[in-house]
Structures are given as C-alpha cells and as structure tokens.
C-alpha cells in the first residue's frame, strides 16, 4: 500500500514535469530555467506552490500573488500521469508508466502549440 503512494506520488511529479515541457518546448524556451512563473504576473512559484495538484487545490486554482485563475490543464495532466502510472503499474510493473508517458506528452505539446 506504502508503494502504491510513492507510484502516485512519482506519477504526480512527472505529470508536474510534463507540464513544463508541453508549455515550453513548443516556445524553444529551456526546460529548466527559470524557474516557473505565473503566466500573467511573472511571479516565481515557491516550492510550496508547486506540489502537484495540492498547491492547485490550496490556491484555489490561482496565482497567490496576482489572483489570476491558473488553467485546469495543470492539475488535469498531473492526476491523469499519476493514475495513469498507477494503473499501468499494477498491470504491467513499474517501467512500462514511462513510454505511455512519452508518447503522451508528445501528443499533448503538440496540441498545445496548436
């Protein structure tokens, strides 16, 4: 049961990551600076902003600086990733989750970009 949560808990976080990409590589910006920042005020997002889907629900879906409504997208990628981990894990073991990922997020950056 313990690693069920770390399964979720780590598909959460790469949902997280996948969130980053799908926004910035379509735009030809740098996956890892800067830091993330509101789309609207350009406020950098501190840590504890930044915890999947708990930050989305405890800001109320928006920015803590500007108030400005932060897009359902970002929690929707991160659950989906995370039950999609989780569910693939149980069938098929805990690599599999990786390549499905992939494969999504090529889909979802392109859509974006679009």
């Known amino acids: 049961m313990l690693f069920d949560g770390f399964v979720i808990a780590f598909g959460l976080a790469i949902g997280?990551?996948?969130n980053v990409c799908i926004h910035r590589i379509p735009r030809g910006q740098s996956i890892?600076?800067?830091r993330?920042?509101?789309?609207?005020?350009h406020h950098f997002?501190?840590?504890?902003e930044n915890?999947?889907?708990f930050s989305y629900l405890f800001?109320?879906?928006k920015c803590s600086q500007c108030g400005e409504r932060i897009s359902w997208v970002y929690p929707t990628v991160e659950v989906m990733t995370g039950l999609t981990f989780y569910l693939l894990f149980?069938?098929?073991?805990?690599?599999?989750p990786v390549f499905v990922n992939?494969?999504?997020?090529?889909?979802?950056?392109?859509?974006?970009?679009r």
């Open 90 to 96: 149980l069938k098929y073991g805990f690599y599999t």
């Open 32 to 34: 890892t600076r800067p």
């Open 51 to 53: 915890i999947p889907v």
């Open 36 to 41: 993330s920042s509101c789309p609207h005020c």
């Open 16 to 18: 997280s990551f996948l």
């Open 45 to 48: 997002i501190r840590p504890w």
């Open 59 to 61: 800001l109320r879906g």
């Open 102 to 113: 992939m494969v999504f997020f090529w889909s979802a950056s392109d859509s974006d970009f």
